[in-house]
């Protein structure tokens, strides 16, 4: 049996509990980890918390990004990638099988090496995360020097999409509270307006035509959608599809159509090892410690990503 985080009945950071489950099979095209480091990010709050789904969704396990050590490879892995590795990895969640586990199998091209001089705490929060920034700028095809804008800049989406967008030759215009301001302008915006609902407006004063794209990390959904031009292009990431369809095109993305995008995951590793991508952890705590990071997750203004670490 191995050792996971999860629940077998929805509900608030309490329902989450230590679990035993079965190891799971290896395919020929598969990977196995044994985790050391699981982020907790906003999607694991849903995943606990959601109504169950029939018997088949009874154990739950979250966790969406890991980092580890190779155990054991698929007879058909054609990556760059031995057993003994230190790698990380972006998951798909689907019952017991989660990043809150001690052993994990995720298909090969979930996976890449952890690039000397990132520890493995900081490269679990590297792969969700960061495939969702690339996949928003991907959606949104602009060409350099084009203007584009980002709720939610100081989250971790937020922040790995502007060092994105910048490398791609963009001008960006982020959102931040004051005490965010110089982070988010150290990451690389060109220009910053303050957070919350008047944030198109705002804007709309320095760029009075709107912007050429449009990053909703922030979840703004309709109130954000004013500061696109028209026939501009906004990218929400919690399934907001709009009501403004006739002049911006609204996209939808999920990551889980990222999880097979093995080059984009080389490049964001070779970003963060060599500085390109800023990363922060707010706090390292025990996997059994995971209802504390819920609860620490669910308190606004807090910074960076927690990351559960497995003996």
Do not use: C, W
Not at 33 to 55: E, F, K, W, Y
Not at 228 to 257: C, K, L, M
Not at 276 to 304: D, N
Request: glycine share 10%; proline share 6%; hydrophobic share 45%.
């Amino acid at each position: 049996m191995v050792q996971a985080i999860g629940v077998t009945q929805p509900g608030g950071p309490d329902a989450l509990h230590a679990l035993d489950v079965a190891a799971e099979p290896l395919g020929p095209q598969q990977v196995r980890i044994r985790v050391s480091s699981a982020t907790v990010n906003p999607t694991d709050a849903m995943i606990r918390s959601r109504p169950q789904q029939g018997d088949a969704d009874t154990v739950r396990v979250p966790g969406m990004e890991v980092a580890g050590v190779v155990t054991e490879l698929g007879s058909e892995v054609d990556r760059p990638i031995s057993a003994g590795d230190p790698v990380m990895a972006v998951v798909v969640p689907s019952g017991a099988h989660g990043g809150y586990r001690a052993d994990l199998v995720v298909p090969a091209r979930s996976v890449t090496r952890i690039p000397p001089g990132l520890s493995e705490v900081e490269a679990a929060t590297v792969p969700m995360n960061g495939l969702t920034a690339q996949l928003a700028l991907d959606t949104l095809a602009l060409p350099a020097g084009a203007t584009v804008a980002v709720t939610g800049a100081a989250g971790t989406v937020g922040g790995y999409f502007i060092q994105l967008a910048k490398l791609a030759g963009l001008v960006v215009i982020a959102d931040a509270a004051a005490s965010d301001e110089q982070f988010v302008r150290g990451r690389g915006a060109d220009e910053v307006v303050p957070r919350g609902h008047d944030f198109a407006s705002a804007l709309r004063e320095l760029h009075p035509d709107g912007v050429d794209g449009l990053l909703d990390a922030a979840a703004l959904d309709a109130a954000a959608l004013p500061a696109v031009r028209d026939d501009g292009a906004a990218v929400t990431v919690r399934g907001y599809q709009g009501d403004g369809s006739e002049r911006v095109r609204v996209a939808p993305i999920f990551v889980r159509d990222y999880v097979g995008a093995a080059e984009r995951l080389d490049r964001l590793a070779e970003l963060a090892g060599a500085g390109r991508l800023t990363i922060r952890v707010a706090e390292v705590l025990p996997a059994a410690a995971a209802a504390e990071a819920h609860r620490l997750l669910e308190q606004r203004g807090r910074r960076g990503r927690y990351v559960l670490h497995f003996d």
